[in-house]
């Protein structure tokens, strides 16, 4: 078997990057043949000959770069032209037997391979997020919000409608979809969660001075944008900071709100630390550190529907987690059994923080249950029903 792939992000270090990235991997365990095609902006592009060396791919992926302004709605009309050119590149493919699969995510890279039948067939569509949620705290105007909002909008209806096979994040995502966008699948969603890799994750090994460490580490992994909810965090910090001197805030990632962050933090006389963005196992090493794992994130389509990948490898790495009260985990997990949850507000936060660092027994428990937790999201099992889309094709 042989695929093709479609990704906008795939060297990057945002989530989403590290995820498809992971994917690809998993899948490349299964086929013969993994072609990815990603598209990096031009400031990437001038260096990612670095970024390569950061990741190591199996030899039967075979990766080629599209460089595209990364300009919001410029980027989308981008995707738009390379997808129709790139799907003249797949009816080749196709018509001589070289790819039986098509997997691209976002709409916006699928318009051409949906606009041909036979292609259509053969492609899964996978729509992670409603974009324009997104964008809500951006410094757009509204004008090109507007805009936005009506390409992705007519761009999702068309890959829900035109697409055999339409994927998403979780089951809770695509019932949200479906509301947002005014339409069904004609066949049901695939379900391709957020993963880890189990046995990479096995075989990291922990940095000599992050054992020497002399304080508690409150750690936050992720992209500094609006609606990661970081500025409150930091304002939990100044209350802990108040009961306890022996705290350092960990930030591991990089943003458009950095700035505003180290403003705050310098303001409330906090102890902190931002890496800015570093490769995934570096990442996932300093993850190993933290003492607790807050998201603070705020109410988006995203943050309600998705569990993002830093919780479940903070449960992989039985680190303890502190989120915000989001109904993806109301629904899915037991407050004070596998995660404690919390309000967005830098009390409750704080309260959420302490709480896991003055129990003993709550600690304990919580990194007892993630390995546990983790399984679920093994990517070896989460690539199965991606095989499938292709078994069931031939068998028709």
């Not at 906008?8 to 945002?14: A, E, H, K, L, V």
């Not at 705290?137 to 697409?163: C, E, N, Q, Y």
């Not at 965090?233 to 930030?251: E, F, P, Q, Y």
């Amino acid at each position: 078997m042989k695929i093709l792939a479609l990704i906008p992000s795939f060297y990057g270090w945002i989530g989403s990057a590290v995820n498809e990235r992971q994917l690809i991997i998993a899948l490349s365990r299964k086929v013969d043949r993994c072609y990815v095609i990603t598209f990096p902006s031009i400031r990437d592009t001038l260096r990612l000959k670095y970024i390569k060396k950061a990741y190591s791919l199996p030899k039967n992926v075979v990766t080629f770069e599209f460089p595209i302004p990364h300009r919001y709605l410029i980027t989308i009309f981008a995707r738009i032209i390379a997808s129709c050119l790139l799907s003249v590149i797949g009816s080749i493919l196709f018509l001589h037997k070289k790819v039986d699969l098509i997997y691209i995510r976002d709409s916006s890279l699928a318009l051409g391979f949906l606009l041909s039948a036979p292609l259509r067939h053969i492609t899964v569509v996978k729509i992670a997020a409603l974009q324009e949620d997104e964008l809500l705290g951006s410094k757009l105007s509204k004008v090109a919000g507007h805009m936005i909002f009506l390409v992705t909008f007519l761009l999702d209806r068309l890959a829900i409608l035109r697409s055999d096979h339409v994927a998403t994040m979780s089951s809770e995502e695509s019932l949200l979809i479906e509301t947002r966008r005014y339409v069904k699948p004609r066949k049901p969603w695939l379900i391709i969660p957020p993963g880890v890799n189990l046995e990479s994750i096995g075989n990291l090994g922990e940095r000599e001075e992050y054992r020497k460490k002399d304080k508690t580490w409150i750690g936050f992994l992720g992209s500094l944008e609006w609606w990661q909810g970081v500025d409150i965090m930091v304002r939990a910090m100044g209350i802990i900071k108040s009961k306890s001197k022996n705290v350092k805030l960990l930030i591991v990632g990089d943003g458009s709100r950095r700035s505003e962050i180290e403003k705050l933090c310098s303001k409330l006389n906090i102890d902190y630390e931002i890496t800015g963005f570093v490769p995934h196992d570096e990442a996932l090493r300093y993850l190993m550190s933290f003492d607790v794992m807050v998201v603070p994130s705020l109410k988006i389509s995203t943050t309600e529907s998705i569990i993002p990948i830093k919780i479940i490898e903070a449960w992989a790495l039985s680190i303890p987690v502190v989120a915000t009260r989001r109904k993806i985990f109301i629904d899915k997990y037991k407050d004070g059994e596998e995660l404690v949850l919390c309000e967005p507000d830098p009390h409750s936060i704080a309260e959420a923080i302490l709480k896991v660092l003055t129990n003993d027994a709550l600690r304990t428990k919580l990194k007892q249950k993630g390995p546990e937790l983790a399984r679920e999201y093994d990517y070896n099992k989460i690539v199965e029903s991606i095989i499938d889309v292709v078994a069931k094709q031939d068998s028709h």
